[in-house]
């Protein structure tokens, strides 16, 4: 059994700890509530544009199609990997890890794989074994819609320039603290509409529906990358906030423990020193 001094010692340790992982799960609980609260206003605009989009795209001519809708022999693919930029967050960024792996050596195994790491956790996994073609995880530092348009200007760029042929979106959907759902999300080339839709509403379009179409497609992207970053920042707080949870609640456990080793040693310490007592006594007498 270790001696009295050494269980102090793992006491003091382990509450250090869990004060450190109790005050990391209050500021993510915090910081969740804002993030969201901005996903969950940001998701009924998104799905609405999309469906505009959509709806517009499936009523034009194959001829006017959009450049960003050009359906190629896919070749070179680009999988954009949405991570955090620091751990402590459970199974939060091996989870996009694993699906990009997933990607990588199953569904584009006989195509050549790039990446763009959005988070450091990302950058620091994929560089070491792939092409990563920029990091930009400094987007978390300030993240507002503007600073995220520009990169999804550079990949629609990419596309139409020919650079990719195909760009897949891979993040942690929120749906609730203690649930995050990995999403795959075709980003280019737009994706046809499945099912059928009714052309036959009475709008006039002002201007042409070609030219609506064209100016809300680079919108929808940027916002569909705007929502998956949103995604991913509510899911990491979420993760964070429920692993923190963990944490404290286990280091609450193994200090519990921790004393009642150190009481049971130290009555056992006194026991002994009671019975030397009593023993150094009674050789005296005898």
Not at 164 to 193: G, S
């Amino acid at each position: 059994m270790a001696n009295l001094k050494e269980i102090r010692n793992r006491i003091s340790s382990v509450s250090s700890t869990m004060q450190i992982t109790s005050a990391m799960k209050m500021v993510s609980a915090a910081k969740l509530k804002k993030a969201q609260d901005a996903i969950t206003a940001m998701r009924p605009y998104a799905n609405k544009l999309t469906e505009l989009l959509q709806s517009l795209s499936a009523t034009l001519d194959a001829d006017s199609g959009s450049k960003f809708a050009e359906q190629r022999e896919v070749n070179k693919v680009l999988i954009v990997a949405i991570t955090s930029n620091r751990g402590l967050c459970g199974a939060f960024n091996s989870n996009i890890l694993k699906e990009v792996a997933r990607l990588t050596s199953e569904t584009y195994a006989n195509q050549e794989v790039s990446f763009l790491a959005i988070g450091k956790k990302a950058n620091d996994a994929l560089s070491k074994s792939g092409d990563v073609i920029a990091n930009k995880s400094e987007v978390f530092d300030d993240l507002t819609f503007d600073n995220v348009a520009a990169i999804a200007e550079m990949l629609m760029a990419k596309f139409v320039e020919g650079d990719f042929d195909k760009i897949e979106l891979v993040y942690n959907k929120f749906k609730n603290a203690a649930t995050q759902i990995v999403m795959t999300e075709q980003f280019l080339p737009i994706a046809p509409v499945e099912g059928e839709v009714n052309s036959n509403l009475d709008y006039i379009f002002e201007p042409s529906k070609e030219e609506i179409v064209e100016t809300l497609i680079p919108k929808s992207l940027k916002t569909q990358l705007y929502k998956a970053i949103r995604d991913s920042f509510a899911s990491e707080h979420g993760a964070r906030m429920t692993a923190m949870h963990k944490a404290t609640d286990n280091a609450t456990e193994l200090r519990d423990q921790l004393k009642l080793t150190y009481n049971k040693a130290r009555q056992a310490a006194i026991t002994n020193e009671i019975l030397e007592i009593v023993g150094g006594a009674e050789a005296l007498n005898n």
